[in-house]
């Protein structure tokens, strides 16, 4: 799988919008973007995916620039429920390969 | 919205024993995950089974380690002489093969294994 490179930390006011970046300049033309997050004491949550397009569901945005290289995922306004760790994945969508491989991810603290 | 659980969330043994950890996966999906974290490090990936065989494992889940679905809705993890070393957090997941390689996982909560 392709290497991401995220901050080890970031944080945001509550209520305000997070922009929580992640490089990829090794990423293929058939790896999708994953985005998941950690809050404290529980497993990986699913957050959003996506391949070229940016897309929007009920929990975030991710943001693709044009040339893939990198993405920005973006919550809208930060709760202090966001506060968790957020991994960024690489997945080769027709490897035939389902597994996931977590790195270090971001971790988000959300001040009140 | 329908979860993954597992049981026991806590799970204390003694180095050498055999323990099992048990999953119970959303009922409509179709592949089934083990990972690990041992504590304050990466979600590390262990193995992926479907269709009752293992599609894929890591370097981690040697000779110790078996998964098995033993019935339509149990998914464990037997490791069968534990070691300090595997004191860790195990988090089942399970996924629909619906969207294909990008369907979304499903994690559990986890079990904590602690060997003494």
């Known amino acids: 799988d392709a290497k991401t490179t995220q901050p080890n930390s970031m944080e945001s006011n509550e209520e305000e919008p997070v922009h929580l970046p992640c490089n990829h300049s090794?990423?293929?033309?058939?790896?999708?973007i994953h985005w998941y997050r950690q809050l404290p004491s529980q497993g990986p949550e699913y957050v959003i995916h996506?391949?070229?397009s940016n897309v929007n569901n009920r929990m975030a945005s991710l943001e693709i620039a044009e040339d893939r290289k990198s993405s920005t995922l973006i919550l809208h306004r930060a709760t202090l429920r966001d506060a968790a760790v957020y991994y960024c994945?690489?997945?080769?969508?027709?490897?035939?390969?389902?597994?996931?491989?977590f790195g270090t991810g971001t971790r988000l603290k959300v001040l009140a | 919205e329908p979860e993954v659980t597992q049981t026991p969330s806590h799970q204390v043994t003694q180095m050498g024993q055999e323990v099992i950890l048990r999953c119970v996966p959303i009922?409509?999906?179709?592949?089934f995950y083990w990972y690990r974290q041992i504590l304050g490090q990466k979600v590390e990936f262990l193995v992926s089974?479907?269709?009752?065989?293992?599609?894929?494992k890591s370097e981690i889940f040697d000779d110790q380690f078996s998964v098995e679905r033993p019935d339509g809705s149990n998914f464990t993890l037997k490791i069968r002489s534990t070691k300090l070393e595997d004191s860790a957090m195990y988090f089942c997941?399970?996924?629909?093969?619906?969207?294909?390689?990008?369907?979304?996982?499903?994690f559990g909560n986890g079990t904590r294994l602690t060997v003494t």
């Open positions: 997941a399970s996924s629909s093969p619906t969207a294909g390689y990008n369907s979304p996982l499903h």
């Open positions: 090794t990423i293929s033309g058939t790896d999708y």
């Open positions: 996506g391949l070229t």
């Open positions: 994945i690489l997945r080769d969508g027709v490897s035939g390969t389902y597994k996931y491989i």
């Open positions: 009922s409509n999906h179709l592949y």
């Open positions: 089974f479907y269709n009752n065989e293992i599609s894929e």
